[in-house]
């Protein structure tokens, strides 16, 4: 589907190798972080979060790392797998007050060669 | 659970009319977002309420666009008159407070 736009960067990894979607946030204040996965015609999905007490947080096949001081987010995905092409976004929680007011980056689109 | 859940998938629709979109959230989230997706714009994030209550609308393009949530299971997203620039998918997603949200399948709005 064309739920995403064309102008996103792309990232294309062989599968098989291990693939590194890196995303700059804005709020220095956000305590908490999140990527998502977005396959064509769906809507977002949810991968791993990160709180900012944190600066790594691992799940199966994914780390996120997050460096505070330059206000930056990585997510890494071991062994990239076909099922794996999709667009990834991260997201900041930018909420007063505890509130979850959560925004999205641009996303990076992953595209797994064969 | 079924997930979050939309209404309608497609809709497509002259200008000047107006969509109701519809959203049941998951059962015992207290958070509910509404979203819109351009190729333009990425995800923008129009309005989101916690325990029904409105908590920022800053996201809202203009008074054409309403939204409400009469109670903890279902919300609506209203745009009259609608215009050909609205033409995007909106998505709902819900969260229970401090976890990630969950999204609907999203309603894909055309108008001509």
């Known amino acids: 589907g064309e739920s995403v736009g064309l102008h996103l960067p792309t990232l294309s990894v062989q599968e098989g190798d291990n693939s590194i979607i890196n995303c700059a946030y804005s709020?220095?204040?956000?305590?908490?972080f999140i990527w998502y996965k977005q396959e064509s015609g769906k809507g977002p999905q949810f991968i791993i979060d990160i709180r900012s007490n944190m600066d790594k947080r691992q799940g199966q096949r994914v780390t996120v790392l997050l460096n505070k001081t330059v206000k930056h987010l990585s997510l890494q995905i071991a062994a990239t797998q076909p099922g794996d092409s999709a667009v990834y976004f991260c997201?900041?929680?930018?909420?007063?007050?505890?509130?979850?007011?959560?925004?999205f980056g641009k996303g990076t689109r992953l595209h797994i060669l064969p | 659970d079924a997930g979050v859940i939309q209404s309608p998938r497609h809709e497509v629709t002259e200008m000047g009319q107006e969509v109701t979109l519809r959203c049941k959230p998951i059962s015992g989230h207290d958070y509910l977002f509404w979203y819109r997706q351009t190729m333009m714009r990425g995800l923008e994030l129009l309005i989101y309420?916690?325990?029904?209550?409105?908590?920022?609308d800053s996201g809202m393009p203009e008074d054409r666009f309403s939204a409400k949530m009469p109670n903890a299971s279902f919300s609506t997203l209203k745009i009259q008159p609608s215009e050909p620039r609205d033409s995007a998918v909106y998505f709902c997603a819900s969260s229970r407070t401090g976890l990630g949200l969950f999204f609907g399948e999203g309603s894909r709005l055309t108008v001509l």
């Open positions: 709020n220095s204040a956000s305590d908490y």
């Open positions: 997201a900041e929680n930018m909420g007063m007050n505890r509130d979850d007011k959560i925004i």
């Open positions: 309420f916690n325990n029904n209550v409105p908590i920022d």
